[in-house]
């Protein structure tokens, strides 16, 4: 006899990544999934999507995580991926505050094709490339806290897929704050009774749902990766797009 439990089943939940062309975007997911950081990415066009099991607050869960084309041009290939989404990953690059006026158009861009209500979906901004040089930061923090406070976004992280830095903090962020909005949407449908409204997503009604945690303004990540990387397995990837060759350049390996 054995007292070993069966073991869980995983949650699968899609992540939607978006932002400006040459934020990192890519740069983040293969940092997340494979651990590898390439200096020279091609472009994505269209999307591709990975998949990455981890484990958070003794949860199980599986991200299939879709990394979308930031070039305007691209827009008609990766709006038809937002239906379905779990969270969005809004991303900026810490050099160019370009990208961060940018990123309201890109909430909008998604909350228009995802069919979402804004105050009751888990956006992360996540400001990528903090390894940079302080004098070639071209967003601060605090500007970055205040825009997302006027947008009633919760969570913003700086991430470094260079340095390989807060990268899997920005992803268990997104899952916590999951965890919250889902939480409170239980609560409605608890507080509203046997009345269920029909017109409201179906993922309300479908999941287990889970009342551990919740999502809050994080500076630095720290203590919000916490076992997130402790089932890493072998990941899997689909193209749904192509990627444009660029040159080939010398690989760069950095490690954890
Ligand atoms: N310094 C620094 N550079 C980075 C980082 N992440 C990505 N980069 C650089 O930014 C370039 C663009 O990264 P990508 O991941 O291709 O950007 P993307 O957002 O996926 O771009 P699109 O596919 O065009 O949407 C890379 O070739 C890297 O040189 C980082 O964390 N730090």
Known sequence: MTNMRPPQKSKLLKVVILGDGGVGKSALLTRFVSNRYEENN???????????????????????????????????????????????LLCYA???????????????????????????????????????????????????????AEQQIAS????????????????????????????????????????????????LVQRRLCCTGGGGINKDGDGDGDGDDAAMRTPSKKLFGQKRSAPKAPATNYRL
């Open 42 to 88: 091609f472009h994505t066009i269209g999307v591709e999507f990975m998949n990455k099991d981890i484990v958070v607050d003794g949860e199980r869960y599986t991200l299939q995580i879709w990394d979308t084309a930031g070039q305007e041009r691209f827009r008609a290939l990766r709006t038809p991926f937002y239906r379905g989404s779990d969270i969005c």
């Open 156 to 203: 913003h992280i700086e991430t470094s897929s260079k340095a390989a830095m807060n990268v899997s903090d920005a992803f268990v962020l997104g899952l916590r704050q999951w965890k919250h909005l889902e939480c409170v949407a239980e609560a409605e449908l608890r507080h509203n009774g046997d009345t269920i409204d029909l017109t409201r997503p179906i993922r």
């Open 94 to 148: 810490l050099d160019d505050r370009d990208s961060l006026r940018g990123l309201g158009l890109w909430r909008n861009e998604f909350l228009n094709y995802a069919d979402v209500e804004a105050d009751k979906f888990p956006f992360i901004v996540v400001g990528n490339k903090s390894d940079i040089q302080p004098h070639k930061r071209q967003v601060s923090y605090e500007s970055v806290q205040q825009w997302c």
